[in-house]
């Protein structure tokens, strides 16, 4: 099997990561552009330089030049500001889409038959944007959001019920905006659903209660993470999150991953990008997957995707 190759667009504290993480789990051959002079060399380099220790052998180059991502299976971007305290992720609208255009352009150009993960700011009009500016197909831009909230809200849980990570599983759908929807009724232990859970340790009343707490926190645990770091926003976990979808595409794992896809009547929503579960795979999005969601989780989709169309429409 021809070695794989992973161009990462943005140098800074989520593309460390990521180009760490790709070399630990030999992913492929890492490529780390930024426009910033020396940044990119200079992490590529230190990485490359701890292959004995961690005994990882991929070729580990960073670059000022687009020229260097040509044959890149995979591409994921970062390219943009983060937020500080106190900024939404809209606030960064305007500065990250003209990085991205820039961005898109590149990847048009020198590699063209990639797949693209989209993590930059605000993510839903990111990956919408970088879509419209390559002119690729739907299925091989996507955007990475909801790996880590739905990562966020099992951590929550795992915590509230004092069981380990592993066995938690919980989903959020929706943008990656204040209005995300994480999925109440399918959070499960090993399968058991945590609504009955906090009901046996709490009563029917309060364990809503807790459930709606976790619900909040986790709509808002990247501010948390900001309001803490101060200088930017979270980066090993998303890093991680986009790993995990970029190597079910690699390995073509058809993993279910909740992902930023662009909706064609899936979920009531025809003509934007949103966070649903998909099949991803060699091909990208190789299948969205649809279930009736009740009255209440219906409201809240609608809600986050209205959201997301204001924020996409004020591209226009
Ligand atoms: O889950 C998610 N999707 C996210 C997204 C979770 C957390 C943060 N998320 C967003 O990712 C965040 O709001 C930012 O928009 C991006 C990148 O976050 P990071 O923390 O890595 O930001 P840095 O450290 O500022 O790095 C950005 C790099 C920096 O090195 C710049 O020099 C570079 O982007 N940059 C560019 N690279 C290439 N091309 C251009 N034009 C460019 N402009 C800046």
Same mark, same amino acid.
């Given at each position: 099997m021809a070695r794989k190759k992973i161009s990462l667009i943005g140098g800074g504290q989520i593309g460390g990561v990521l180009a760490q993480l790709c070399a630990l789990r030999e992913l492929g051959d890492v490529v780390l552009f930024d426009i910033v002079e020396g940044l990119p060399q200079g992490k590529m380099l230190d990485i490359a330089e701890v292959g004995p220790v961690d005994r990882y052998d991929v070729n580990l180059k960073g670059t000022n #030049?687009?020229? /260097?991502?040509?044959?890149?299976d995979v591409v994921i971007v970062t390219a943009g500001l983060p937020r500080k305290p106190g900024?939404?992720?809209?606030?960064?609208?305007e500065v990250n889409s003209k990085i991205m255009t820039t961005v898109a352009e590149g990847i048009k150009t020198y590699a063209p038959n990639s797949i693209i993960i989209v993590i930059s700011n605000p993510l839903d009009a990111m990956v919408t944007l970088c879509q419209k500016i390559t002119?690729?197909?739907?299925?091989r831009v996507i955007g990475q959001a909801g790996v880590l909230d739905s990562a966020r809200f099992a951590t929550f849980i795992a915590w509230e019920l004092g069981? #380990?990570?592993? /066995?938690v599983t919980a989903m959020t759908l929706g943008g990656h905006g204040d209005d995300m929807v994480p999925l109440v009724r399918y959070a499960s232990v090993n399968g058991i659903p945590v609504v009955e859970l906090l009901e046996q340790k709490y009563g029917a009343e309060k364990g809503k209660e807790v459930m709606e707490a976790m619900v909040k926190r986790t709509r808002g645990a990247g501010g948390e993470v900001v309001a803490l770091l101060k200088t930017g926003s979270a980066f090993y976990s998303p890093a991680s999150s986009a790993i995990a979808m970029a190597e079910s595409i690699l390995k073509d794992q058809k993993r279910v991953l909740p992902a930023c896809c662009f909706l064609q009547?899936?979920?009531?929503?025809?003509g934007y990008y949103v966070g649903v579960p998909a099949v991803l795979g060699e091909k990208g999005v190789e299948n969205i997957i649809q279930f009736k969601l009740d009255a209440e989780e219906q409201a809240m989709m609608d809600k986050s995707v209205a959201a997301v169309k204001g924020l996409v429409d004020s591209m226009k």
């Open positions: #030049s687009y020229e /260097d991502i040509k044959d890149s900024m939404s992720r809209d606030d960064l609208i002119g690729f197909p739907y299925s069981v #380990s990570v592993k /066995d009547g899936e979920f009531g929503v025809d």
